[in-house]
Structures are given as structure tokens and as C-alpha cells.
């Protein structure tokens, strides 16, 4: 029986090798696009996979997370990085005070075992911890990432912090903070 333990990370259990055998390759073939105000579901045919600069870029990233102050988890089986999520340190806008969830990612061997659930409510509570009462996240638009964080409870964001936005083709996401945390 695989045991997997959650912790956060530091500034040392961040270097630039620390996913080199992590799988990640996204094979995209519905897509949320807005249309007039409205998302509407679409075909795409589009692949992301990570190549080792990718990797060691995302490490670099995850240390600019801790350097802002921010949280970085790390699910592990043994010692073996399977998942991780990130919240940079800034809080930000108008109507809410909004923590942003720049990354949430599991190794593809490892997805549909409730890791992902498991890291965003960490996420959330780390985010809680710093002050914030939502949860930002500018997600890639795709169907399948778009429907974990409905599940989780999200909601198309109230309000859009710039800052926060990766592309103007994601969807942003809002996750309230003061709703607890219940079972998908």
C-alpha cells in the first residue's frame, strides 16, 4: 500500500534537478474559450509537456514563491516528489483579499488518487494563513482542469487581479475561503 505524506517545502528541498523524473504532459482536446461574455466548450487539439529547461524553470518559480513569502507543497510517496502546489506571498484587490494559486500540478502517474484534492485544500489553508479570504487561480482553460476546480468549488472569479493572470486565455477561478472544506 503506497503511502503518501504532504509537507511544505523550503528553500533547500528546492534546486533545479528536483523534477527531473517528474511526468507531466497534458494532451488538450476540449478547451472553455469566451464568446461574447460566455464560456462555451470547444475542440482543441493541443499538447503541453514539459522538457527538462521547463522543469528546471518550474523549480526556479517554485523558490520565487518562497522568496515573496509565498507556500510551496510537496505530496511525496517515500521521497519521491509526486505533486506540488504553490501561493505567492502578495494579497491583493478590491472586493476581497485574494491569495493567488500560481501552481498545482501531480506527476501523471499519480493523478485520479485524490493528491490534487488533497494539495489545494493545503493550499487554502496555507492562503487562510496569510491573510486572505479567496483563493485566485488563473487556470488553464482546458476541460479537465477546469472541471478539479469546480469540483474543489471554485467558481468564476468576481474579480480579475492582473497581477495574478498568467494568459488571457485562462479562465479565472475564485475559491472562498470561508466556505470550508467539504468532500467533492
Known sequence: MEKISLRRLNISDLHPQMLID??????????????????E???????RQWDEAKKVWMAQ????????????????????????????GGIKGQSGKYANLTLLFIDDNWKRRGIGTKLFRQACLCAAGMGADKLFISAVPSY?????????????????????VDTEFD????????QGYEEP
Open 144 to 164: 479537465e482542469t477546469v472541471a478539479f476546480y469546480f469540483k474543489m468549488g471554485c467558481l468564476d472569479a468576481e474579480e480579475v487581479i492582473d497581477e495574478f
Open 61 to 88: 518559480y517554485l523558490r520565487q514563491q518562497l522568496d515573496r513569502n509565498g507556500c510551496v507543497l510537496g505530496a511525496f510517496e517515500n521521497n519521491r516528489l509526486i505533486g506540488f502546489a504553490a501561493v505567492d
Open 22 to 39: 517528474f511526468h507531466h504532459i497534458q494532451s488538450i482536446t476540449s478547451k472553455w474559450v469566451k464568446k461574447d461574455g460566455a464560456w
Open 41 to 47: 466548450l470547444e475542440k482543441a487539439s493541443a499538447l
Open 171 to 178: 479562465r479565472y477561478l475564485e475559491y472562498s475561503l470561508n
